[in-house]
Structure formats: structure tokens, C-alpha cells
């Protein structure tokens, strides 16, 4: 009997699509949800300002005062924030054995997807019930490793990630911070950083990306399972199963998100199909030139994206009404 097999173009371009749709299906819905539960939240500070540091609004005696854009969506601490995540943990993976990171890793990635699932549940259903959906989908992906369960679960978080922090940055500290990190995206890949880590990580069942099995047959298969801890250590002709990056999916749907919020539903489709031609680009690319070998992804989406924001951005997003 023959077994189906589909190129990883596929599934990354599936998984990306139905990661924009869920997205949009969330934005949607959160002015909406604040208002129900009379939540206010700093405004973005405007389309096309980048705030580098938190600033306090000046205030005008009787004058009306607008929130100020929360500390939290200055481009300055987030960089930095990235910076020390990112020695931190090669750090950890350096100095921990793999059988205590294991433990540790597993733990947080299980809170952090539960976290994702509880966000978007949370704006349709009750607390209480997103909640027991969410802790009942962490311990699910906690004790039962198999891929299609990670994979559902990453699908979630990164929609939450993008949601919830879009809604803060404008679509300019967005697309700087997808830049920057293209720009590191790609040394890593080139020096070799990225394929280490994502060895150890792997290695200890918590690789921070999507798994694609090539065979349908082993969307059931176990990420400790010898075929996906070693992936990235195979050469391509002997890969059972390929990876796409999780943020090479979250970072675009921030920048999805904050365009949203900036400049409506339109614009926000508008970048997200630019998005998705970059991501098309990045396994054309790995399969004309590198043969299958390891490349980086943001670049390219990074690219596309950046495009299509500064075609909104001179337009006012007009042009698409």
C-alpha cells in the first residue's frame, strides 16, 4: 500500500493560512471583548511612529487627557528583552543536561501553550471554560508528545502571541522588530547557532516549531521519536520530517495584527498576503538553490512584508478601499 506524502511546502503554507485565519477571527473580537468587560488598554501611538523608550504624555490643565501607549510596546526594552531571552537560553541549553532541561523546558512550553489556547477561547466562551479547555490541551500536549497534538497547540500560541501584542505596537515597531530579527534569522543559520539549539531542543521534546512529517502516516508519531529528534542532523533525501519556525509564523502575525489596528481589516489582509508570498519564496528558494538544506525563513518574509507596509503606509491603506 502506497503511503501519501506531501512536500513540507504544503503543510507550512496550510498551517501559515490557517494561523492568518484564526488570527483575523481573534482581532475581530478583541476591541469587543474589552468593552464587554470594561477593560481599557493603552492606544498604539500612531501608524507610523516607532516610540524607541517609554515617554510620559505631557499634561494640559483642563485639557483631556488620551492614554499613553503602554511601556510595553516601546521598541527599546522589547529588543533588549530579546537579546538577554536569547543568551539566556543558549546558556541554559550550554550548561543544563538535557534529561533536567527536559522537565523544566516541557513544564513552560505546556504553560505557555495553555496560555495561548485560554486567549483565544477566553474572548467567546466563558472564563472558567477556557480555562479547563486550556489546562486540559497543556496536560494533553504535556503526557501525549505526538506531533499533530504540538502542532495544533503552536497554532494556538502563536495566534495569542500575535493577537495580544499587536494590539499594542504599531505596525512600524512590528516590522522593525521582524527586520532585526530576520537579520539574526539569518547569521544564526549561517554560523550555525540555530541548528544547535534547535538540536538541543529537540533533543530535550520542546523544539519551538512546527513539525512536518512528509508521510501522513507519522502525524502520529512521537516528538521523542528518533525520525524528529534527529531532523536536523539528517540530510534532506533521508528527512522523514521538516520544521517551520515558530516565529517565522507568530512574528507575521504581529505585524498582521498591529496593521489592523492601524489601518483596518483591509490593510491587515493586504500584509497578511504578502506575508504568505514570503513564506512561498522561502521553500522556493530552500528547494531551487540550498537543496533542501536548513535556511532561515524571516528574510524573505521579512522582505515581502516590509513591501507591502510601505505601499499601506504611503497609501493610508486607500488604495484597497
Same mark, same amino acid.
Given at each position: ?80 528583552? @530579546? #537579546?538577554?531571552?536569547? /543568551? ?5 541549553? +550550554?550548561?543544563? *543536561? ?5 522537565? !523544566? =523546558? ?49 497554532? @494556538? #500560541?502563536?495566534?495569542? /502571541? ?5 494590539? +499594542?505596537?504599531? *505596525? ?5 522588530? !521582524? =527586520? ?72 507575521? =502575525? ?68
Amino acid at each position: 500500500m502506497r503511503i501519501a506524502r506531501f512536500k513540507p511546502i504544503f503543510w507550512g503554507a496550510l498551517f501559515f493560512l490557517i494561523a492568518l485565519v484564526l488570527t483575523f477571527i481573534t482581532i475581530v473580537r478583541e476591541n469587543p471583548f474589552l468593552e464587554e468587560q470594561n477593560i481599557t488598554l493603552p492606544p498604539q501611538a500612531g501608524p507610523t511612529i516607532v516610540q524607541w523608550w517609554p515617554t510620559e504624555t505631557p499634561t494640559t490643565p483642563g485639557v483631556p487627557q488620551q492614554p499613553s501607549p503602554s511601556p510595553a510596546s516601546t521598541l527599546g526594552p522589547i529588543l533588549i528583552y @530579546f #537579546a538577554v531571552a536569547i /543568551v539566556v537560553l543558549a546558556i541554559i541549553l +550550554f550548561i543544563v *543536561p538535557v534529561s533536567v532541561l527536559r522537565l !523544566i =523546558l516541557r513544564a513552560i512550553f505546556a504553560l505557555l501553550f495553555a496560555w495561548g489556547i485560554f486567549i483565544f477561547f477566553v474572548l467567546w466562551i466563558p472564563a472558567a471554560a477556557a480555562l479547563a479547555i486550556a489546562v486540559v490541551a497543556g496536560v494533553i500536549w504535556y503526557l501525549i508528545p505526538r506531533v499533530w497534538i504540538h502542532d495544533i497547540v503552536m497554532i @494556538f #500560541a502563536m495566534v495569542s /502571541v500575535g493577537a495580544v501584542f499587536g494590539r +499594542f505596537l504599531t *505596525p512600524w515597531t512590528s516590522m522593525i522588530i !521582524i =527586520l532585526i530579527l530576520a537579520i539574526y534569522d539569518f547569521l544564526a543559520v549561517r554560523f550555525g547557532f540555530m541548528i544547535w539549539m534547535a538540536k538541543k531542543l529537540s533533543d530535550a521534546y520542546t523544539l519551538p516549531a512546527f513539525v512536518l512529517p512528509q508521510a501522513m502516516s507519522e502525524w502520529n508519531a512521537k516528538l521523542k521519536q528518533s525520525s524528529v529528534t534527529r531532523l536536523v542532523e539528517e540530510t534532506p533525501s533521508e528527512r522523514e520530517f521538516s520544521i517551520l519556525g515558530g516565529g517565522d509564523v507568530g512574528f507575521p =502575525l504581529l505585524l498582521v495584527t498591529s496593521t489592523y489596528f492601524a489601518y483596518g481589516f483591509t490593510s491587515a489582509i493586504f500584509v497578511a498576503g504578502f506575508s504568505f508570498i514570503g513564506l512561498i519564496c522561502v521553500y522556493w528558494i530552500q528547494s531551487a538553490f540550498l537543496k533542501g538544506k536548513p535556511m532561515p525563513g524571516l528574510p524573505p518574509i521579512a522582505a515581502l512584508s516590509l513591501i507591502a507596509l510601505l505601499i499601506v503606509t504611503f497609501t493610508g491603506g486607500a488604495f484597497l478601499y
